[in-house]
């Protein structure tokens, strides 16, 4: 029989459906897989730090960043459990957090990081299980943090005692300044006490006071005096998380002081630390005082960044961005700490089974429908599972290039590494983008929430 232009058409859009469908089905296996994965590094935990912050996978001995526990890694993943439906590990860890968790502990804190973990994993714990003894939990830290606010200048100590409210450490950076006020501003909203957003309202808005006649912040700042220590300026680890909360500052509270702040700072951002580099897009390092080149050194922490982009809808620029992110990966199997990219030579050469690049990969597809981005994904999972798994749980590398193991596998593994994962190759419905901003710990936070 001859094949018709028709007939020829109807084969082919028969094709295509097959094609579209197996597509699907590969993404549903894909997430199963991710999930299976975190339920190795869950169960690892369960038996060999249960009670503890994290599990020292090689070892299998359990790990507490302050000599006793806050529970860093259940904390951290319980809203991962929710999402991927694990319904009875969820419980669990409800069970022990319930259960165990207290902050009334004579012990110097990083603020920053506790917000982060803690707190943050705490107030979508309320929102997505709706237990009020979680919003209790946050409460009581919230309050006991509060006291690094407490500087002439209202910027932030870095170490706080959570028992006598004692600070210390007057010199900061602009990510642990600038990274609170999506948990203090959700705290404000459930709690009704408007102390939370203004007191780290007014810690961004002290730091941005001090940008430099171009627009540009440094690195460190004694948060006493406001005097710049370092004036180096960059888009990676310590400054990389402050760009973040600008934009969905706005986005999650609508402040229009934060929409602006965003738009002038990431003027700025692109005039003077963009870099192009043989067809490639890089952000370097520049003086804040003058954009001066500084350096050309590009990181994992740095991979942030096309996510953002992508929330400030520069998807042009987002994708430019993820192809340098990807070859960063793909230099030596798996992402290290930080390259060169004037050279493509590594430079930090371990790798902490971070989020960044795979976040970024995230946004990218939902932004964008790219099955591209499915495909990185699949090649971020393939070299996780082939180069840092182990019998109990997953474990850094000391080198990506001799991919040696280091005995550490970091609560954000669980809150951010493998939920941006899953949630690639998830359907939509596992999580509505668009009803949710993500903290810097990927902890989902409901837009136009009330409690």
Same mark, same amino acid.
């Given at each position: 029989m001859a094949r018709t232009p028709r007939r020829l058409a109807?084969?082919?859009?028969?094709?295509?459906?097959?094609?579209?469908?197996?597509?699907?089905?590969?993404?549903?296996?894909?997430?199963?897989?991710?999930?299976?994965?975190?339920?190795?590094?869950?169960?690892?935990?369960?038996?060999?730090?249960?009670?503890?912050?994290?599990?020292?996978?090689?070892?299998?001995?359990?790990?507490?960043?302050?000599?006793t526990s806050f529970l860093m890694t259940p904390v951290d993943g319980f809203d991962t459990m929710l999402l991927m439906g694990l319904d009875e590990?969820?419980?669990? &860890? *409800? #069970?022990?957090?319930?259960?165990s968790l207290r902050f009334d502990k004579d012990i110097d804190v990083q603020a920053f990081e506790i917000t982060i973990r803690l707190l943050a994993g705490l107030l979508s714990a309320y929102q997505m299980d709706g237990d009020g003894r979680f919003l209790e939990l946050a409460t009581d830290l919230g309050n006991r943090l509060l006291p690094i606010y407490n500087s002439p200048t209202g910027m932030p100590y870095r170490y706080v005692n959570l028992l006598t409210g004692v600070t210390r450490d007057s010199l900061n950076n602009p990510a642990e300044i600038g990274t609170a006020l999506l948990e203090f501003g959700t705290l404000s909203a459930a709690?009704?006490?408007?102390?939370?957003?203004?007191? &780290? *309202? #007014?810690a961004v808005v002290e730091l941005y006071k001090r940008r430099s006649s171009i627009d540009l912040v440094g690195s460190v700042i004694n948060v006493e005096t406001g005097e710049w220590v370092n004036t180096q300026s960059h888009i990676g680890g310590g400054i990389d998380s402050y760009y973040e909360y600008l934009l969905k500052s706005w986005l999650l509270f609508g402040d229009p002081e934060f929409r602006s702040m965003w738009q002038t700072s990431i003027a700025a951002v692109h005039t003077h630390l963009a870099d192009?580099?043989?067809?490639?897009?890089?952000?370097?390092?520049?003086?804040?005082?003058?954009?001066t080149r500084s350096g050309t050194e590009f990181g994992s922490l740095h991979a942030f960044f096309p996510a953002l982009l992508c929330l400030?809808?520069?998807?042009?620029?987002?994708?430019?961005?993820?192809?340098?992110?990807?070859?960063?990966?793909?230099?030596?199997?798996i992402e290290p700490e930080a390259i060169d990219y004037r050279t493509m030579t590594v430079t930090a050469p371990e790798y902490y089974l971070r989020p960044e690049t795979i976040e970024s990969a995230y946004y990218l597809y939902t932004y964008t429908g790219d099955r591209r981005y499915r495909e990185m994904g699949e090649t971020f999972f393939r070299s996780l599972v082939r180069h840092c798994r182990t019998e109990a749980g997953y474990a850094h590398l000391e080198s990506v290039v001799t991919k040696a193991k280091a005995d550490a596998m970091e609560s954000f593994f669980f809150a951010e590494t493998l939920k941006y994962l899953y949630l690639l190759f998830a359907p939509p419905s596992a999580l509505p983008f668009d009803d949710y901003i993500f903290t810097t710990e990927a902890h989902p936070l409901r837009r136009n929430w009330t409690r």
């Open positions: 109807l084969v082919a859009a028969a094709v295509l459906g097959l094609t579209v469908a197996s597509r699907a089905q590969q993404t549903l296996v894909s997430a199963e897989r991710v999930k299976a994965e975190f339920l190795h590094a869950w169960n690892a935990y369960k038996q060999y730090a249960w009670g503890h912050d994290a599990l020292k996978p090689l070892s299998k001995t359990p790990h507490d960043w302050y000599g590990e969820a419980a669990l &860890a *409800k #069970r022990l957090i319930l259960d709690t009704g006490d408007q102390r939370y957003y203004d007191k &780290a *309202k #007014r192009s580099r043989f067809g490639r897009l890089w952000y370097g390092r520049s003086d804040m005082t003058n954009g400030d809808e520069d998807l042009e620029q987002a994708a430019l961005l993820q192809e340098s992110c990807y070859a960063m990966w793909t230099l030596h199997g």
